[in-house]
C-alpha cells in the first residue's frame, strides 16, 4: 500500500463547480497533514494546512479524519485560476529532530470556461 | 526577500556520468531538503541537511549525496548516472528541521 493516495483525476470541471479531493494515508504516527498545490512545470507551493478540527480558507476547506487516515480538499465556485495539480501531503518525523514530507502522486484540476 | 534558488534550471547528461546540483536556501532558514520528482508523480524525500549534516534520508541509493556548507546552501551530487534518474529535483527550506518547507523552482536534470 503506498504511503499517501490519492485519487488520480483528472477531474475537469466548470467554472463556479464543487470539487472535492480526497487522500488516506498509511502511517498512523503522522504529524502533520498539508495540501499543496503545483502548477505546470513550477515548483509546489503551500496551499493550506489540514486540522481535525476542520479549516477553511475562503473557497477551501480541508478535513482531517484521524481515525479513518483519510484528508480531503473542498473547492466551492472553481475559478480558471484553480486549474493545478493537487498534491495530498504527510509529514513524519524520524525521532531524531528531524521530519520529512511524503506527498501523493497528485490530482489534476481543469477548471473549464 | 530572496526566495529558494536552485542552479542551474536545466541539465542534459549522458548515462555513468556525475552531476551536482545546488541551492540556496530563503534568507533566514537553516535547513534544506531535497526531493526527486519523476514526471507524473509527487516529490520524493532524499534527504535533510541541518548543521551541516545529513539528518534525514529516503529511500535513495548510495549514489545520491548531499552536503551543506557552513552559509546553509546545500549541494545534491548523483554519481554513476541512470536513465531513471531523469526528473525535476526540487530543494526546499525551512527555519529549522520541524518547519514548514518553502520549495524552489527545481533543476530538471535529463538523462540520455
Known amino acids: 500500500r503506498k504511503e499517501v493516495e490519492q485519487d488520480p483525476g483528472p477531474f475537469n470541471v466548470p467554472e463556479g463547480a464543487t470539487v472535492a479531493f480526497n487522500c488516506t494515508y498509511s502511517?498512523?504516527?503522522?504529524?502533520?497533514f498539508f495540501w499543496y498545490r503545483q502548477d505546470c512545470r513550477k515548483e509546489p507551493k503551500l496551499l493550506m494546512s489540514?486540522?481535525?478540527s476542520g479549516n477553511e480558507d475562503g473557497r477551501f476547506t480541508a478535513q482531517l479524519n484521524r481515525a479513518s487516515q483519510y484528508i480531503s480538499l473542498l473547492i466551492r465556485d472553481s475559478k480558471l485560476s484553480d486549474s493545478a495539480t493537487y498534491l495530498c501531503?504527510?509529514?513524519?518525523?524520524?525521532?531524531?529532530?528531524?521530519?520529512?514530507?511524503?506527498f501523493g502522486k497528485g490530482t489534476k484540476l481543469s477548471v473549464i470556461p | 526577500d530572496a526566495g529558494v534558488t536552485q542552479s542551474p534550471t536545466h541539465l542534459i547528461k549522458t548515462r555513468g556520468q556525475q552531476v551536482t546540483l545546488r541551492c540556496s536556501p530563503k534568507?533566514?532558514?537553516?535547513?534544506v531538503s531535497w526531493y526527486q520528482q519523476a514526471l507524473g508523480q509527487g516529490p520524493q524525500f532524499i534527504f535533510q541537511?541541518?548543521?551541516?549534516?545529513?539528518?534525514q534520508r529516503g529511500n535513495f541509493p548510495d549514489r545520491f549525496s548531499g552536503h551543506q556548507f557552513p552559509n546553509y546552501s546545500s549541494e545534491l551530487n548523483v554519481n554513476a548516472l541512470l536513465l531513471g534518474d531523469s526528473a525535476l529535483y526540487l530543494c526546499?527550506?525551512?527555519?529549522?528541521?520541524?518547519?514548514?518547507?518553502?520549495f524552489g523552482p527545481g533543476t530538471r536534470l535529463l538523462v540520455l
Open positions: 526546499a527550506s525551512s527555519l529549522g528541521p520541524q518547519e514548514t518547507q518553502y
Open positions: 502511517n498512523s504516527a503522522s504529524q502533520s
Open positions: 489540514v486540522y481535525s
Open positions: 501531503v504527510v509529514k513524519s518525523g524520524s525521532g531524531a529532530g528531524s521530519y520529512q514530507l511524503t
Open positions: 534568507s533566514g532558514h537553516d535547513t
Open positions: 541537511y541541518y548543521e551541516e549534516e545529513e539528518r
